[in-house]
DNA sequence: CGCATTTGACCTGCGC
DNA sequence: GCGCAGGTCAAATGCG
């Protein structure tokens, strides 16, 4: 683990089970695939951020499907064919944050048990189909989770 | 003027 | 079958 990053308690939510710290350097993330997730070798980390935040990027794997069912935590869960599900949590002061792709805002939606909106995203890019939903969490506004679904077919 | 955002309405899946 | 909650649509509006 890169001793720059901080990995924070698990969060509530759980599919967020750690929180990495935005405007640090990008995280070591072999040792923190091999510290998180030992059982889950076919993972793959990716950087999603622009290289300050990092993520799970699980494919099509049933593997992991069943070892984030039966912990009950993990960063993401797997969607069946070419889909990809992403989930990360970080602290920062604004939802939005530049990944290198451009987004279009195509709804928002008041949540249960949130008093923050949900918002809904959809990959600006003629052909590509990727959709992110962000929220702010419910006891602790700094922190905003983001869920990207589907892969990019094109380059930020 | 063209494109992005806003926002209420509408659609859909799921639990009871 | 019904109601609720989450997800998407699309017309109106805003902005460069």
New binding site residues.
Partial sequence: MSSSNTILPASPNPICTHTVELNSDPLDFEDFLLETHTETASTTLSPVNGGCSWAWEVPGNSACVDYMLQTNEGYAKTMEGEDSKIAFRTKSGVEVMDDGY????????K???NPNP?H?YRC?MQGCKV?K?VEREREDVKFVITTYEGKHNHEP
């Fill in positions: 451009k987004w279009r805002k195509y709804g928002k939606k949540i249960k048990n949900r809904y600006s959709k939903k």
